[in-house]
C-alpha cells in the first residue's frame, strides 16, 4: 500500500507498577520504522502491559512514548491510529466480515465507493475476498484471525501491534499464518509490534526480538544473536534448549569445566565467574579413538537415555563431573547418534565457534 | 455371542437391532420422567384456560354466543380500560428502561467484590411480598406521607403533592417492583460483552460515545429487548399495585375482572376479558419475536 508511511516508536522510561510489583521498570526501547519487533517473554513477564500502553490501553505512572516525533502517552486510544490484532480477535459479532472491516474507515469519514473498494481490497490482501457479507460466527478460527488483520490494517495505521493473535489456532494452521503474516507485513511496510510466549514463533517472524522478563527487558537483538549469542543465564535457558555448565578458572586464567579447557581466557576479564551454554544440536557425537583438538572441546559420559522423536533423536549423556549433556541429532541412515544405546560411553564435542559463554549470576 | 438373523436381501451389520433398540427404550425412559411435567402443565395450565375459554362464549341464558366480546367492542368503558392496560405497562416499561439500562451497566462493569453486595441490593425487592412493598409506597407517598412532608420541610412545594391514588403512584410502585425484571437479563447480556470489544472500538477510532452507540449497544440490546417484554408482558396482567397506588383511577384490566366477578358475578365476562388479555399479550410476544433475535435468557437458545 502506497501511502503507508511507517513511524519508529521510542519508548523512554516506561513504568508501570500494580501495587508493590513492576509490571513495567523503566523500559527504554528503540522501534525502528518497519521492523517486525517481537516482545517475547514468559507469561506476567510484562509484554502484554507493554503493548497494552503503546495502544493506550493502560496508563504508565511515567515514561514516554513516541510515535515518530509525537508524545503519546497522554493520548486517548482513538486518536493513536495503530492498528490492533486481538488476542480475542474482538471482532463484532453484529456487523458483517464487510462492515466490520469497513467500521474503522466509516469512523474516519471516507464515503461508501471507496470504503468498497478498500475493504475488498484488504480481504484480498488476507485471501478472503468474497466473504464480505458472512456473519462472523459464520467463519472458521483461521478466517476470523484473516478479518481480525484485515480490520487492523484496512486504515492504512503506521503502526500495528498484535497480542498473541494467533495462539488460538491449532500448530499446522498457526505455523501457516506466520509465514503469511511475515508476507503481509513486508507487503505493508507498517511498523509491527508482535507479543508472543511462543520463542519459535518469535524466532520465525521477527526482525528484532525483545526478550522482556519481570518488566525489564533482557536483551534486544536479532534472532540470530538471541540464539547464537544470548547475553545473560535468563536469554539462554528461555530461548531454544540449552544446557548450562558452570566453568572455573584456572591458576593459568583458563576456564574450565572437568578435565575439560573451554576457553584459554575470560572473554572479560573483570568477572570471575562463567557459565557455558550448550545447544544440544551443536554437539557432535565423536568416533571413539578421537582426542580434543584445536577445533573441539571435548566431554566424555555415558548414555542414559536415548529418545527417538521422528525429525530429530536425543540421547542424555552423563558427564563424569555430574552434568548431564542433552545431545540432539538427525535420524538419517548416517547419522553417528543413531547407533547410541543407554549404557555406552561416548565422547561428544561442541565446535569452538559455538561456545557460548555468559556470566554467571551469583546466586 | 449372539447373532442377528437376516432376511434374505436384507442384510444387518452387527448388532444394529439390539442397538437401535436401546436407543428407542432410552427416549422412552426419558420420555417417562418427564410425564408428571407434562402432566402438572396440562392440569394447572391448558384446562383452567380451555375452561375459561369455553366460559367466554356462553352468554347468559347458557347458550354460545358473542354478546362478552360484543359488548366489549360497543361500550365505551372497556376500550378505556384496554387502553389504560396499554399505557400503564408502556410507561412502566420506559421507565424501567431509562433507570434500569444506567444501573445494570453499573452492576457489570463493578470490580468483582462489590457486585455481590449491589446484587443484593437489587434482588432484595424480590425476597419481600408485593404487597408490602405496595403498601411501603402507599405511606411514603400520600398526603401527608414521608415525601411531602419532606419536601415541604425543605421548600421544595408548599402545599401537598397529590403522589398516589393516580396514575404517578401508579407507576411510581409498578417501576419499582418490575425494575429487577428488567436488570437481571440486561446484566446477564452485558456481562457477556468482552472488554476487549471496547478496546478494539476505540483502537479502530471510536470515540466513547460511538464505541457506545456502535458496539456496546447493539450487543447488549438482545438483554435489553428480553427484560423490556418481561416487564411489559407481567404488567399486563398486573393486580395488586395498581388496585391499591391507583385507587380506582387507574383501571387495569385485572381490575376490571375482579369488579366485574365482585359485582356482578358474570363469569362470561370476566372470562372475555381474561381471553381478549391473553390473546393481546400472546400478540406483543409473536411481533417482538418477529422483529428481535432472542437472548438466551428468555428462550433458552443464542
Same mark, same amino acid.
Given at each position: /500500500?502506497?501511502?503507508?508511511?511507517?513511524?519508529?516508536?521510542?519508548?523512554?522510561?516506561?513504568? #508501570?507498577?500494580?501495587?508493590?510489583?513492576?509490571?513495567?521498570?523503566?523500559?527504554?526501547?528503540?522501534?525502528?520504522?518497519?521492523? *517486525?519487533?517481537?516482545?517475547?517473554?514468559?507469561?506476567?513477564?510484562? #509484554?502484554?502491559?507493554?503493548? /497494552?500502553?503503546?495502544?493506550?490501553?493502560?496508563?504508565?505512572?511515567?515514561?514516554?512514548? *513516541? *510515535?515518530?516525533?509525537?508524545?503519546?502517552?497522554?493520548?486517548?486510544?482513538?486518536?493513536?491510529?495503530?492498528?490492533?490484532?486481538?488476542?480475542?480477535?474482538?471482532?463484532?459479532?453484529?456487523?458483517?466480515?464487510?462492515?466490520?472491516?469497513?467500521?474503522?474507515?466509516?469512523?474516519?469519514?471516507?464515503?461508501?465507493?471507496?470504503?468498497?473498494?478498500?475493504?475488498?481490497?484488504?480481504?484480498?490482501?488476507?485471501?478472503?475476498?468474497?466473504?464480505?457479507?458472512?456473519?462472523?460466527?459464520?467463519?472458521?478460527?483461521?478466517?476470523?484471525?484473516?478479518?481480525?488483520?484485515?480490520?487492523?490494517?484496512?486504515?492504512?495505521?503506521?503502526?500495528?501491534?498484535?497480542?498473541?493473535?494467533?495462539?488460538?489456532?491449532?500448530?499446522?494452521?498457526?505455523?501457516? /499464518?506466520?509465514?503469511?503474516?511475515?508476507?503481509?507485513?513486508?507487503?505493508?511496510?507498517?511498523?509491527?509490534?508482535?507479543?508472543?510466549?511462543?520463542?519459535?514463533?518469535?524466532?520465525?517472524?521477527?526482525?528484532?526480538?525483545?526478550?522482556?522478563?519481570?518488566?525489564?527487558?533482557?536483551?534486544?537483538?536479532?534472532?540470530?544473536?538471541?540464539?547464537?549469542?544470548?547475553?545473560?543465564?535468563?536469554?539462554?535457558? *528461555?530461548?531454544?534448549?540449552?544446557?548450562?555448565?558452570? !566453568?572455573?578458572?584456572?591458576?593459568?586464567?583458563?576456564?574450565?569445566?572437568?578435565?575439560?579447557?573451554?576457553?584459554?581466557?575470560?572473554?572479560?576479564?573483570?568477572?570471575?565467574?562463567?557459565?557455558?551454554?550448550?545447544?544440544?544440536?551443536?554437539?557432535?557425537?565423536?568416533?571413539?579413538?578421537?582426542?580434543?583438538?584445536?577445533?573441539?572441546? /571435548?566431554?566424555?559420559?555415558?548414555?542414559?537415555?536415548?529418545?527417538?522423536?521422528?525429525?530429530?533423536?536425543?540421547?542424555?549423556?552423563?558427564?563424569?563431573?555430574?552434568?548431564?549433556?542433552?545431545?540432539?541429532?538427525?535420524?538419517?541412515?548416517?547419522?553417528?547418534?543413531?547407533?547410541?544405546?543407554?549404557?555406552?560411553?561416548?565422547?561428544?564435542?561442541?565446535?569452538?565457534?559455538? !561456545?557460548?559463554?555468559?556470566?554467571?549470576?551469583?546466586? | 455371542?449372539?447373532?442377528?438373523?437376516?432376511?434374505? $436381501?436384507?442384510?444387518?451389520?452387527?448388532?444394529?437391532?439390539?442397538?437401535?433398540?436401546?436407543?428407542?427404550?432410552?427416549?422412552?425412559?426419558? =420420555?417417562?420422567?418427564?410425564?408428571?411435567?407434562? =402432566?402438572?402443565?396440562?392440569?394447572?395450565?391448558?384446562?383452567?384456560?380451555?375452561?375459561?375459554?369455553?366460559?367466554?362464549?356462553? $352468554?347468559?341464558?347458557?347458550?354460545?354466543?358473542?354478546?362478552?366480546?360484543?359488548?366489549?367492542?360497543?361500550?365505551?368503558?372497556?376500550?378505556?380500560?384496554?387502553?389504560?392496560?396499554?399505557?400503564?405497562? =408502556?410507561?412502566?416499561?420506559?421507565?424501567?428502561?431509562?433507570?434500569?439500562?444506567?444501573?445494570?451497566?453499573? =452492576?457489570?462493569?463493578?470490580?468483582?467484590?462489590?457486585?455481590?453486595?449491589?446484587?443484593?441490593?437489587?434482588?432484595?425487592?424480590?425476597?419481600?411480598?408485593?404487597?408490602?412493598?405496595?403498601?411501603?409506597?402507599?405511606?411514603?407517598?400520600?398526603? %401527608?406521607?414521608?415525601?411531602?412532608?419532606? &419536601?415541604?420541610?425543605?421548600?421544595?412545594?408548599?402545599?401537598?403533592?397529590?403522589?398516589?391514588?393516580?396514575?404517578?403512584?401508579?407507576?411510581?410502585?409498578?417501576?419499582?417492583?418490575?425494575?429487577?425484571?428488567?436488570?437481571?437479563?440486561?446484566?446477564? &447480556?452485558?456481562? %457477556?460483552?468482552?472488554?476487549?470489544?471496547?478496546?478494539? &472500538?476505540?483502537?479502530?477510532?471510536?470515540?466513547p460515545v460511538r464505541s457506545f452507540w456502535n458496539v456496546y449497544f447493539p450487543l447488549s440490546?438482545? $438483554?435489553?429487548?428480553?427484560?423490556?417484554?418481561?416487564?411489559?408482558?407481567?404488567?399486563?396482567?398486573?393486580?395488586?399495585?395498581?388496585?391499591?397506588?391507583?385507587?380506582?383511577?387507574?383501571?387495569?384490566?385485572?381490575?376490571?375482572?375482579?369488579?366485574?366477578?365482585?359485582?356482578?358475578?358474570?363469569?362470561?365476562?370476566?372470562?372475555?376479558?381474561?381471553?381478549?388479555?391473553?390473546?393481546?399479550?400472546?400478540?406483543?410476544?409473536?411481533? &417482538?419475536?418477529?422483529?428481535?433475535?432472542?437472548?438466551?435468557?428468555?428462550?433458552? %437458545?443464542?
Amino acid at each position: /500500500m502506497d501511502n503507508t508511511t511507517a513511524l519508529p516508536i521510542s519508548i523512554r522510561s516506561l513504568t #508501570k507498577k500494580y501495587g508493590d510489583l513492576f509490571a513495567l521498570k523503566t523500559v527504554d526501547l528503540e522501534i525502528r520504522s518497519g521492523e *517486525f519487533l517481537t516482545l517475547l517473554g514468559p507469561s506476567g513477564s510484562g #509484554k502484554t502491559t507493554l503493548l /497494552m500502553a503503546i495502544a493506550g490501553f493502560n496508563r504508565p505512572d511515567s515514561g514516554s512514548i *513516541f *510515535f515518530g516525533d509525537a508524545e503519546m502517552v497522554l493520548t486517548p486510544p482513538h486518536k493513536r491510529d495503530v492498528g490492533m490484532v486481538f488476542q480475542s480477535y474482538a471482532l463484532f459479532p453484529h456487523m458483517s466480515v464487510a462492515e466490520n472491516v469497513g467500521f474503522p474507515l466509516k469512523l474516519r469519514g471516507i464515503a461508501f465507493a471507496e470504503r468498497k473498494a478498500r475493504v475488498e481490497e484488504a480481504l484480498e490482501t488476507v485471501q478472503l475476498s468474497g466473504l464480505g457479507e458472512r456473519g462472523i460466527d459464520q467463519l472458521s478460527g483461521g478466517q476470523r484471525q484473516r478479518v481480525a488483520l484485515a480490520r487492523a490494517f484496512v486504515f492504512r495505521p503506521r503502526i500495528l501491534l498484535m497480542d498473541e493473535p494467533l495462539s488460538a489456532l491449532d500448530k499446522k494452521l498457526r505455523e501457516q /499464518m506466520q509465514i503469511e503474516l511475515k508476507h503481509i507485513h513486508r507487503q505493508l511496510g507498517v511498523t509491527t509490534v508482535y507479543v508472543t510466549h511462543d520463542q519459535r514463533e518469535a524466532l520465525t517472524m521477527s526482525d528484532r526480538i525483545a526478550v522482556i522478563n519481570h518488566g525489564e527487558l533482557a536483551q534486544v537483538d536479532t534472532p540470530e544473536a538471541i540464539y547464537n549469542k544470548p547475553s545473560n543465564e535468563f536469554v539462554a535457558d *528461555f530461548i531454544g534448549e540449552s544446557t548450562m555448565l558452570p !566453568l572455573t578458572q584456572d591458576s593459568a586464567g583458563r576456564l574450565t569445566f572437568g578435565e575439560s579447557v573451554v576457553a584459554s581466557e575470560a572473554p572479560d576479564p573483570s568477572h570471575n565467574d562463567w557459565s557455558l551454554v550448550i545447544r544440544p544440536e551443536r554437539l557432535r557425537v565423536l568416533a571413539k579413538d578421537a582426542s580434543a583438538g584445536d577445533q573441539h572441546v /571435548m566431554f566424555s559420559g555415558t548414555v542414559t537415555e536415548a529418545v527417538f522423536q521422528g525429525d530429530t533423536a536425543f540421547a542424555l549423556v552423563k558427564l563424569r563431573g555430574g552434568a548431564t549433556l542433552t545431545v540432539r541429532f538427525g535420524t538419517g541412515a548416517v547419522s553417528e547418534g543413531s547407533r547410541l544405546e543407554a549404557g555406552q560411553s561416548v565422547s561428544v564435542g561442541l565446535i569452538r565457534e559455538d !561456545l557460548i559463554l555468559i556470566p554467571r549470576e551469583s546466586a | 455371542m449372539r447373532r442377528t438373523i437376516s432376511t434374505p $436381501g436384507q442384510t444387518q451389520a452387527l448388532n444394529e437391532v439390539a442397538l437401535s433398540g436401546q436407543e428407542r427404550r432410552e427416549q422412552w425412559t426419558l =420420555l417417562g420422567l418427564s410425564t408428571p411435567a407434562i =402432566l402438572v402443565i396440562a392440569i394447572v395450565v391448558l384446562v383452567p384456560v380451555g375452561w375459561l375459554f369455553y366460559l367466554s362464549f356462553v $352468554g347468559s341464558d347458557g347458550q354460545f354466543s358473542l354478546e362478552h366480546y360484543k359488548k366489549m367492542v360497543e361500550y365505551k368503558s372497556y376500550a378505556r380500560v384496554f387502553m389504560t392496560t396499554f399505557q400503564v405497562s =408502556l410507561l412502566t416499561t420506559l421507565i424501567c428502561i431509562v433507570l434500569g439500562y444506567p444501573l445494570a451497566y453499573f =452492576l457489570a462493569h463493578l470490580p468483582g467484590r462489590w457486585t455481590g453486595l449491589f446484587m443484593l441490593a437489587v434482588l432484595l425487592p424480590f425476597w419481600t411480598s408485593l404487597l408490602v412493598r405496595t403498601y411501603a409506597w402507599l405511606v411514603l407517598l400520600q398526603r %401527608k406521607g414521608l415525601l411531602n412532608d419532606l &419536601a415541604m420541610q425543605i421548600g421544595l412545594w408548599d402545599s401537598p403533592i397529590k403522589l398516589v391514588h393516580n396514575m404517578t403512584g401508579t407507576l411510581i410502585g409498578m417501576a419499582h417492583i418490575m425494575l429487577p425484571f428488567l436488570v437481571l437479563p440486561l446484566y446477564g &447480556a452485558m456481562k %457477556k460483552i468482552e472488554p476487549d470489544m471496547m478496546h478494539a &472500538a476505540s483502537n479502530l477510532g471510536a470515540s466513547p460515545v460511538r464505541s457506545f452507540w456502535n458496539v456496546y449497544f447493539p450487543l447488549s440490546v438482545s $438483554g435489553l429487548v428480553a427484560g423490556a417484554l418481561i416487564v411489559f408482558v407481567l404488567c399486563l396482567g398486573f393486580y395488586v399495585t395498581p388496585a391499591v397506588l391507583g385507587g380506582g383511577r387507574v383501571v387495569m384490566v385485572a381490575t376490571q375482572i375482579t369488579a366485574i366477578l365482585e359485582y356482578q358475578f358474570d363469569w362470561g365476562a370476566a372470562s372475555a376479558l381474561g381471553v381478549v388479555l391473553l390473546v393481546a399479550t400472546i400478540g406483543v410476544l409473536y411481533l &417482538a419475536g418477529r422483529f428481535f433475535k432472542f437472548d438466551s435468557a428468555l428462550f433458552g %437458545k443464542g
